[in-house]
């Protein structure tokens, strides 16, 4: 009995022990399933043989792994460090950064990290936008409904950030980072209120962003309003956001300012500000007309009720 | 510290998972918990004192969070058993998991019920070496055992359950 060039290699590779050891316990099984045929089963290839099966047989568990993404090395830029705050540190009105505790810095690193990973793990749910939507379509753009699902992998998100770095004012993210802001201490924590705000191009402009769509993912206060600093991107140097959520029979009004810095096509800037009644369902705010392009800006906005239990 | 080991950790989870997937039973419960147990090391990463293995002191946590996890879900105990509680619990792992593409498979399930079945020392040193991913060496220093009392152990379970396997496919044991 021939063996093929492949099982040839398959065994030079085994020799060397330069296979996984599934595999080499593979190519072991059929060699004995080979020999069994030929020589009958002498003890000890039997022993090894049987070993080999039930080897294999376990495999599936040993394949296991977790469904999404758990942990992974930080990113750098999300760490705070004690010279250069992080963008997402609580400023003052004079605009100056809080100082904190050593364990608070680590508290809020670790969050940060946390952040990042469930971004990269797929947690975000950014890229996830857009499953359920009408049948029929709005004239600018289809509206986005945020699920069930969504909604408490939001509330699941920021129970875990706040786990890690205490009690937090706001939190926001988008595809890549994480920013948090701890309470101040004695701050009273009302209600969370989660707002999905998403920038997109309006195509009518005379170019395009490749950026775009552009998803955050922030979640701040009820009746307590948060001032966030979005890290730098290509639709702006920077976007700056004031949101002040007031929850109201189960809806939410928001009152917004966003201010838009330049970009690297520009240096001009925009603004828009404004009061929505915000619900699941997408709703717009307005639009930021930067140098050369339009951005819609939507927004959706929620009552996290339960945080242990979304 | 946080960082090194933050970065350690990342190799370390998919045996995290299963150490939480055998003990509770259910796949997004042993997210939770491998999660959880990520989280804490981090948070006690100033208490790691570099004499344990990281391995060993990882492993700890993983299973502590895991029991926790059982102690505060008292529903799902309720209809749940673990590996100490017998075959039952490997089956219903198996529809849990993500094994379950593998559930028609009979020499898997019969595998992963007789291992509940094993020698309490035995089936320990199986779990971990065979289910778990843990080398030998991790897994004697998680046991605080020589890796030649590890070794005789698993070759021990491999016998028993070699034999149990056979007597079972001849039709033997009902």
Known sequence: MSISEEQE???????????????????????????????????????????????????????????KGIVAPPPAKNLPSPDQPSVGARRGAGGEGVSHSNWRLLNLATAALLGGILVAGGFFLGGRFGIERPAVPMARQPIVIVTPEQRQEIARAFTLHESVAGPLSWYAADDSTIQVAPAQEGETLRQPIAVILRLTQDLSGPSRDATLPKTYVIVCRNSDAATIELPQSAVAKTVRLRLLPTAINGEVNLEYAIAADGSDRGPDGAALAGRRAVGLSQTSLGQLALADRLVNVDASAWVIRDQRKP | MSE????????????????????????????????????????????????????????????????????????????????????????????????????????????????????????????LTQLDGYTYDEAAAIENLSRGTVASRVYRARQILMEQMNDHLAGEVP
């Open chain 2, 4 to 127: 090194t080991l933050n970065q350690e950790l990342a190799s370390h989870v998919s045996r995290m998972y299963r150490v939480a997937l055998r003990i509770v039973g259910s796949v997004d419960a042993a997210q939770e918990v491998a999660q959880d147990a990520c989280v804490k090391a981090l948070r006690r990463a100033e208490t790691f004192d570099g004499r344990a293995a990281l391995v060993t002191w990882l492993h700890r946590i993983t299973v502590n969070c895991a029991h926790d996890h059982l102690r505060k879900d008292r529903r799902a105990d309720r209809g749940r058993t673990d590996w100490d509680s017998g075959a039952m619990g490997m089956l219903a792992m198996l529809e849990a998991g993500p094994a379950e593409r593998a559930e028609r498979n009979e020499t898997y399930r019969l595998a992963l019920t007789l291992v509940a079945k094993l020698p309490d020392d035995c089936r320990s040193a199986f779990m």
């Open chain 1, 9 to 67: 290699i398959l065994l030079s590779q085994l020799i060397d022990g330069e296979l996984p050891v599934d595999q080499a316990n593979q190519v072991l099984a059929d060699v004995f399933d080979e020999l069994a045929d030929v020589l009958g089963n002498a003890e000890a290839g039997g022993k090894l043989n049987a070993m080999l099966q039930l080897q294999r047989a376990l495999k599936p568990w040993r394949r296991q792994e977790p469904p």
